[in-house]
């Protein structure tokens, strides 16, 4: 997937992944992504920000009575919209930026995972057969981000780059139903259950290569 990126009088593409915690290989989808937009405040302080819409293939939730490692979400797509403060370290061959900051997201078409969920409760419960019927609250989530890029000049007209960033943010998702389950010895029976906590867990790894033409930094 390409994204736009630009900084001053930088212009540029670069491939974007997302790897979530516990979750399934995400992309951008473009050409709805638009990074790095920012402006500088002095030789060595940027700010920069941008959006990107994000097919996620599967999140994982927390808070929840039980866990799992297989995405409860998904698929979806989610809204992505970094601040971030850069500090910019050039030097003749090579620039190395550090990166903090915070985003916001927010999920839509949002989805359960019912076949992870059914499996998660049977394994909580220690039951032989489980069935999960839930609704839930979509709300926008807020988390951290910190990250590095380092872009080396080819030419005097553009340059390669490769960025990673870790993300750490949650944006409540209350869940409320039943499920019913049981064991072939003691039978079915269905519980109510009302996980007013849960959270989706935007948590995990997400990083870049790009190229960037007529560099202005």
Known sequence: MTVLST??????????????????????????????????????????????????????????????????LGPNFTLFVPAELVLEFKGKQAEFDIKGGGFAFYGFDQKLNLGNFDRAIRLHESWDVANSDLNFENNPGFGFLAGVEFTVPVTRQFSLSLEI????????????????????????ETIDVDYKDAKVDFTGLEFSIGVTFGSGR
């Open 7 to 72: 900084h001053a009088q930088d212009v540029g593409l670069s491939f974007s992944y997302f790897i979530p915690r516990n979750g399934y290989f995400s992309t951008p989808i473009s050409p709805f992504s638009f990074r790095g937009l920012g402006v500088s405040l002095n030789r060595f302080v940027a700010l920069e920000t941008g959006i990107s819409l994000y097919r996620m293939s599967g999140m994982n939730m927390l808070d929840l009575p039980f866990s799992t490692k297989d995405p409860l």
């Open 165 to 188: 960033n870790y993300l750490m943010g949650t944006a409540k998702f209350p869940l409320r139903g039943s499920y019913t389950g049981g064991t072939t010895v003691n039978g079915l």
